[in-house]
């Protein structure tokens, strides 16, 4: 019997990062199907997101994200350049956003694919692994291929089915608050939401109570 989980997921978020290629693992070793559901970010969602918060919470964001990269061995690097463009002084969020867009866009045309959770992972190995211009020359389109995927065809859909792709961009936030949280990274498995990136042995566990077995 092979179980099913979603994964809701953004491309900003370095917990995100942190989480799924552990899911990825899981998936690959356990007759479990993750299907990665992008969402956009708070800073397409709640641009005053980071405006409004404690003025110590980007220093110990960064503090714990690095440790927990460190912890289970992970690269890790800071984006560049970020997904949202945003002033870090001011933590204003620019209006214009030529990255999160596409590649929030790239991920649901995946989805549709069922590759979405193997594209995420190789993308996000660019972004937060410590990769430099991950937007430019064949970074993407190598991603796009280790996850058997074509970025030509992707990114035409991205374009062609811009409108109906964030219908269901938005659905997916929508399924992510019905199953009982808001946040990202969430893994839903069985109506029951797992948020973070330090729940996976928990997800896991419940997982086994409900006959997960390996493959």
């Known amino acids: 019997m092979t179980l099913t989980a979603d994964l809701f997921w953004s491309f900003r978020s370095p917990y995100s990062y942190l989480c799924i290629g552990r899911y990825r693992a899981l998936a ?3 007759h479990v199907e993750i299907n990665l559901r992008p969402v956009y970010p708070l800073a397409i969602r709640q641009p ?3 405006e409004r918060n404690h003025p110590n919470w980007l220093s110990y964001t960064m503090r714990d994200m690095i440790r927990v990269a460190q912890f289970h061995g992970i690269p890790f690097g800071p984006p560049r350049p970020d997904p949202i463009v945003q ?10 956003q030529p990255y999160i867009y596409r590649l929030t866009r790239l991920g649901q045309a995946a989805s549709r694919r ?9 993308a996000a190995q660019l972004i937060w692994g410590g990769a430099v211009d991950w937007h430019l020359g064949d970074h993407l389109a190598g991603a796009a291929r280790r996850a058997g995927l074509d970025l030509a ?3 035409a859909e991205a374009v062609r089915d811009a409108e109906e792709l964030d219908t269901e961009i938005a ?3 929508v399924a992510l608050e019905i199953a009982g949280h808001w946040g990202v990274p969430t893994l839903v498995f069985d109506g029951e ?5 330090d729940r996976i042995a928990m997800a896991r566990w419940r997982m086994e109570q409900k006959g997960l077995q390996p493959r």
């Open 28 to 30: 690959a070793s356990h």
């Open 48 to 50: 005053d997101f980071f």
């Open 87 to 96: 002033n870090v002084t001011t933590r204003e969020i620019a209006a214009e």
């Open 114 to 122: 069922g590759r979405s959770l193997a594209f995420a992972h190789e």
């Open 153 to 155: 065809d992707l990114d």
């Open 171 to 173: 659905a997916n936030q």
């Open 193 to 197: 939401p797992f948020f973070g990136q």
